[in-house]
């Protein structure tokens, strides 16, 4: 990246591959050379100063801004994938904006980073107020027209929504990509269960780097001041985590939901379809009442020119549109475009990666959901019998399985996190022999479905808690079982996140399970599967009762699944006007020099009827400046018991580590989550070593009840 007063060279232009070239991409070419400005310090209301990057036109003027933060350390480690600014680093985001007439503003979360400050929680009440100071203090530099916007992915797209809210009055428009718009539903508890994930990777992760020290060559003299405040104060992420296992106001103050009103100025939203994010884009899309644009491609966690699978896009392109039509005044034609761009998905093989390239095509839409897509009902029938005629019996039937904490091995990861691309999901047949399946015959033609899907069940419990995991699949000729969608809910959560209800033995309840959105083709001569289990063990910590589980059918118990098929266009739409990614395709052998080593391997115990999964990521990188080399190690284990589902345990360490010419600085987090029938017990440890000698060790403990889980 260029230095303060460096020219920063332009990236060529991809040649377009889909519908026509449209007269915006005039307005991409480079008109000024970029400038950075790295050692910006902004001074807060209450003495905190956060650490800030500017890259702006090496020119007078005025110019609209860009405004993007995470807790990432984006400075001392370009390599990590989820940080808006390396992302740039490496496709001259920055500069590419910065030579069409922007200012980029990059800072770190107080308690993170280079930012002075401490940090108590994630997306604490202070670091909102933060942002909303960030908003107006740049709007305010001589370099700004006063006209400010926003863009980040993951969690840089979730703090879009919480500045979003409180609406500074410097702030135009947003660029929100893959990210949520309900923290507790769809990060935390998805269906009201605790996801491993937290633990396996993302708290220990963020415990690491939260407690390492600020780049020495950034801050300068107050680099030991920072990092001791840091130390004494910084509190892991994970205890929220694991005190807050109902909905209620800890989450909905961190999340969109469920007040869209409060977004005021236009939005545009991106994610993929391998990435567990889609859903609430689209919601969030649908629920908005703002100008707004929404692009869902195939891609996995990733930015549009560095994702799979593909195919990648050239996503800034699609973002100056937005930009220079709400920051600059300037009439690119991005609003006289359908609003919705989807990737519809076709069959492809499940494979042991994720997919170079996924199967399916662009299409625009003009809304979403769609208006001609029609909810049909997919009838369970007896002796496993899957159709759109219902099962008219007065005769209720029960099918019943037993609970086993360890089906959803086929499934992947939700997200797959850190270690994507190693935790797709592979051929269900495996899972499907532990749970109860119903397949429609060979269909006549082929069948879209594509809008929000959900499932409603009859069920019934031995025990007082249960969890119910209903995944779609592609049955192809073959026997192949593609997962297409799913979604899982507890049963004591079935009228209300906040207050969970125990389950009466053996009493009848309806379920209504709201599974992924979608878009997706059954192909000729395929069929459509239901499977329903009582876990998802990748991606749900277990309920802690054996049980039988049944679900119920018949007149009295219309047990189904609400597929939204939709026809063609009755009037086509023209195709999308995308260009390619400036990125060269990833070639399958360069999995590790893009994502790091990874480990995703999942062992059973015969002996003593326990299943594991053990997941590892090693990476490296040196500091965007000095000559910091930063080593990263993630390692978890998570184990079930099939014999005693209350007992399942999981153990994370991350080490983060800074080898500079004058030292080596480490930072190990360790991480326990166990739970036995009544709680769940966490313990986390903090320690540094400077040189090998111990520096700082702490840790934390507590144990909490378990609530409807």
Not at 122 to 127: G, L, N, R, V, W
Not at 138 to 163: E, H, K, L, R
Not at 305 to 320: F, K, S, Y
Not at 638 to 644: E, F
Request: aromatic content about 12%.
């Amino acid at each position: 990246m260029a230095e303060a007063g460096d020219v920063a060279g332009s990236t060529p232009q991809g040649k377009a591959v889909f519908g026509q070239q449209h007269d915006a991409v005039r307005l991409s070419q480079p008109t000024y050379k970029a400038r950075v400005d790295r050692h910006v310090r902004v001074l807060l209301r209450d003495g905190v100063e956060l650490a800030a990057v500017v890259v702006r036109p090496d020119a007078d003027g005025r110019f609209p801004a860009i405004m993007s933060y995470t807790p990432y350390r984006w400075l001392p480690n370009v390599k990590d994938a989820h940080s808006d600014l390396k992302y740039n680093h490496r496709w001259d985001g920055p500069t590419y904006f910065a030579e069409r007439g922007y200012a980029v503003v990059y800072f770190d979360v107080r308690g993170t980073g280079n930012s002075a400050g401490s940090s108590q929680d994630i997306y604490s009440d202070q670091e909102r107020r933060d942002a909303y100071d960030m908003v107006e203090w740049i709007a305010a530099q001589p370099w700004c027209d006063g006209n400010v916007g926003m863009w980040g992915m993951s969690y840089g797209g979730v703090v879009q929504w919480q500045v979003g809210v409180q609406n500074p009055p410097h702030l135009k428009t947003l660029v929100v990509g893959s990210s949520n718009d309900d923290v507790y539903l769809d990060w935390t508890y998805p269906g009201g269960a605790l996801r491993p994930y937290m633990f396996d990777t993302f708290s220990p992760l963020m415990t690491a780097m939260n407690f390492a020290p600020p780049d020495i060559e950034l801050v300068g003299e107050k680099w030991s001041d920072i990092w001791r405040e840091r130390l004494e104060k910084n509190v892991p992420w994970g205890l929220g985590f694991i005190t807050h296992q109902q909905h209620g106001s800890y989450w909905t103050s961190q999340s969109l939901q469920p007040d869209y009103s409060r977004i005021k100025v236009p939005v545009m939203l991106w994610s993929g379809w391998a990435d567990c994010y889609p859903t609430p884009i689209l919601r969030a899309f649908s629920k908005i009442k703002v100008p707004k644009r929404v692009l869902v491609g195939p891609w996995g966690h990733y930015w549009p020119e560095e994702a799979v699978p593909g195919p990648r896009i050239d996503g800034r392109r699609e973002l100056l549109k937005w930009f220079d039509q709400w920051l600059k005044g300037k009439d690119t034609g991005v609003m006289q475009e359908p609003p919705v761009v989807l990737w519809v998905r076709k069959y492809k093989e499940p494979e042991e990666r994720m997919y170079i390239e996924d199967a399916g095509f662009w299409r625009h839409e003009a809304e979403w959901p769609l208006a001609r897509a029609e909810s049909t009902e997919m009838h369970l029938h007896p002796g496993g019998k899957l159709s759109r005629q219902a099962y008219d019996s007065p005769q209720e039937v029960r099918d019943s399985y037993t609970y086993d904490p360890a089906v959803g091995i086929t499934a992947g990861i939700y997200w797959g996190g850190g270690i994507q691309p190693y935790a797709m999901p592979l051929d269900q047949r495996y899972d499907e022999a532990y749970s109860l399946n119903y397949t429609t015959p060979p269909l006549e033609q082929d069948t879209e479905a594509t809008g929000d899907p959900r499932a409603i069940l009859y069920i019934s419990s031995t025990a007082d808690t249960a969890y119910f995991h209903v995944k779609i699949t592609d049955v192809a000729p073959d026997g192949t079982s593609k997962l297409v969608n799913d979604g899982g809910l507890l049963a004591t959560h079935r009228s209300s996140h906040a207050q969970p209800e125990p389950l009466e033995p053996s009493r009848v309840y309806e379920l209504a399970i709201e599974l992924k959105y979608m878009a997706y083709v059954f192909q000729k001569g395929h069929r459509i599967r239901v499977s329903i289990a009582s876990a998802d063990f990748q991606n749900a910590w277990p309920t802690p009762k054996a049980a039988v589980n049944a679900v119920h059918l018949g007149t009295r118990y219309p047990s189904r699944v609400a597929l939204p098929f939709a026809p063609p266009q009755k009037v086509k739409l023209p195709a999308p006007d995308l260009r390619p990614s400036p990125r060269p395709e990833l070639d399958p052998e360069d999995y590790e020099s893009q994502f790091g080593k990874r480990e995703h391997r999942i062992v059973h115990d015969l002996v003593n009827e326990t299943v594991t999964v053990h997941l590892g990521r090693t990476a490296g990188g040196r500091s965007a400046y000095g000559n910091t080399q930063t080593e990263t190690t993630a390692r978890s284990s998570y184990t079930v018991s099939r014999k005693n589902p209350a007992d399942a345990s999981l153990n994370a360490t991350h080490e983060y580590t800074l080898n500079r010419p004058d030292g080596t600085i480490k930072v190990e987090a360790h991480e326990v989550v166990a739970s036995d029938i009544s709680s769940f017990r966490y313990l986390t440890q903090v320690q540094v070593t400077v040189n090998g000698k111990r520096h700082f060790n702490k840790s934390w403990r507590v144990s909490v009840p378990r609530k409807g889980n």
